[in-house]
């Protein structure tokens, strides 16, 4: 069984500043790592995607993964108030079709 | 286009009844999913089917059953509907292990 954790939310942060999103999980075997977006009501968004050790940068957002750490998080730049949602970690092995999710941190940009 | 799609939106019925829930997804992807998310936000895999097979069925009631006529299509009956039912019921698709697409999901409502 997989487990993925999440920093418990809410998350707030003033507009123009930096949100940052801490997930771990148990398998040492994952192999892929997904960030989705899930504004209130609607279905989750992929947001990020991230398969090697690093960093991965996509226009203001930038996911960073430590498999020796066992960890990923989620960098949002020049937060803005349309980025206010729940963030979704969620994680799979090569193999396994079956993605295991975090319970998800609410992130809220202050105007 | 619409990528993945559900029908109903929302579904309001009464304890007892049974109801089908359709999903469909134009991407040419080979696998769909369900999902539940509860009260609390928690998104759980159902059900997952690769090209019309059942490859994931996790411990859910057999009231539950899944049914797929081809790989663009996904539908979901559920008998005796029950209060606990009530959920938001989303479906998604991928091609093999990748990247999960979610459909608008499914509010149900049981009285």
């Known amino acids: 069984q997989k487990e993925v954790e999440q920093n418990s939310g809410p998350l707030s942060v003033p507009e123009g500043a930096i949100a940052s999103l801490n997930c771990t999980y148990s398998?040492?075997?994952?192999?892929?790592f997904f960030w989705y977006r899930q504004y209130s009501g609607k279905s989750p968004e992929l947001i990020m995607s991230?398969?090697?050790?690093g960093d991965k940068e996509d226009g203001r957002f930038t996911a960073q993964l430590n498999k020796a750490s066992q960890y990923v998080s989620l960098l949002i730049r020049d937060s803005q108030p349309s980025d206010s949602a729940t963030y979704l970690c969620a994680v799979n092995s090569l193999s396994d079709y079956k993605l295991s999710f975090g319970a998800g941190t609410t992130v809220t940009v202050r105007a | 286009d619409t990528a993945v799609s559900q029908t109903p939106k929302y579904l309001v019925t009464q304890m007892g009844n049974d109801k089908s829930i359709k999903c469909e997804q134009n991407l040419g992807h080979d696998t769909m999913y369900w999902y539940k998310q509860d009260s609390k936000k928690f998104l759980k895999i159902m059900f997952s089917?690769?090209?019309?097979?059942?490859?994931i069925n996790e411990t859910v009631p057999n009231r539950f059953s899944p049914k797929s006529p081809d790989k663009a299509h996904l539908n979901l009956h559920i008998n005796s509907l029950e209060l606990g039912d009530s959920a938001v019921y989303f479906c998604a698709s991928s091609q093999r292990y990748n990247e999960q697409f979610f459909g608008p999901g499914t509010r149900l409502t049981v009285l």
């Open positions: 398998d040492r075997g994952s192999q892929s």
């Open positions: 991230i398969y090697s050790n």
């Open positions: 089917y690769n090209n019309k097979e059942l490859i």
